[in-house]
């Protein structure tokens, strides 16, 4: 149990339809990871945020997907108007990061179980 | 970006047997590579990882190496046995970059 929870494990929706995934990291760290998995391939990364702002997102990230955390704490993934092309698992991760000076021994990225997403 | 390519795609190994799983990346300046085991319908669990100020880390039954010069890293798995079976992926970053790159994985099975 790495300590990453994530909410929910499955989730079957009608295309067109808006689903939000959470994610609660382990509770110390201040970096938060999403990445996207389909069968056969490592995770791609889509967004990771420091403490609650977002600094880097990837093209992967479409208008439709927007990531929230509010308050540095958890986050909520949100995609819009569901396509078939984005049933895949989507994976939050955590992890701390040292200041400057300090060995990044906080680049250890832990996983949570995962969020399923089938689009029919 | 970074590339990061991973072979073989699917290895099946009798029990007690090694395994061993080989990777290789773009960027030098990637300096941080991690090794998942992944389990049907589970997220992916680090089980090791190594820096690159050192060639070679071990864990019990469980070792990387790793060869900047050449831009390559393995994880090298002893006397496998049968919960050994998974997907591993490997992955490289850096300590500057914020982004982790992921291999396509190998499915291991390890036969009984």
């Known amino acids: 149990d790495t300590g990453v929870s994530q909410d929910p494990r499955h989730k079957i929706t009608k295309r067109g339809q808006n689903v939000t995934f959470r994610c609660d990291p382990i509770s110390e760290h201040n970096r938060l990871y999403w990445y996207r998995q389909t069968l056969g391939q490592g995770p791609e990364f889509l967004t990771y945020f420091q403490n609650e702002a977002q600094l880097e997102k990837s093209r992967l990230l479409s208008d439709r997907f927007s990531a929230e955390r509010p308050k540095g704490s958890f986050s909520t993934l949100e995609i819009q108007r569901t396509e078939q092309g984005d049933s895949a698992m989507y994976l939050c991760a955590s992890s701390t990061r040292g200041g400057r000076g300090r060995l990044s021994s906080g680049n250890t990225i832990y996983f949570g179980e995962g969020s399923w997403l089938t689009v029919v | 970006g970074e590339n990061v390519e991973q072979h073989p795609s699917t290895l099946s190994v009798q029990e007690g047997d090694s395994a061993v799983i080989k990777c290789t990346y773009s960027d030098s300046a990637s300096n941080y590579f991690p090794w998942y085991k992944q389990e049907l319908g589970k997220g992916p669990q680090l089980i090791i990882d190594?820096?690159?100020?050192?060639g070679e880390k071990k864990d019990q039954r469980i070792a990387v190496t790793l060869n900047k010069t050449a831009k390559h890293f393995s994880l090298h798995i002893t006397e496998t046995q049968p919960e050994d079976s998974a997907v591993y992926f490997c992955?490289?970053?850096?300590?500057?970059?914020?982004?982790?790159?992921f291999g396509t994985g190998t499915s291991l099975t390890v036969i009984p």
């Open positions: 190594i820096r690159s100020n050192v």
């Open positions: 992955a490289a970053s850096s300590t500057t970059g914020n982004q982790f790159y």
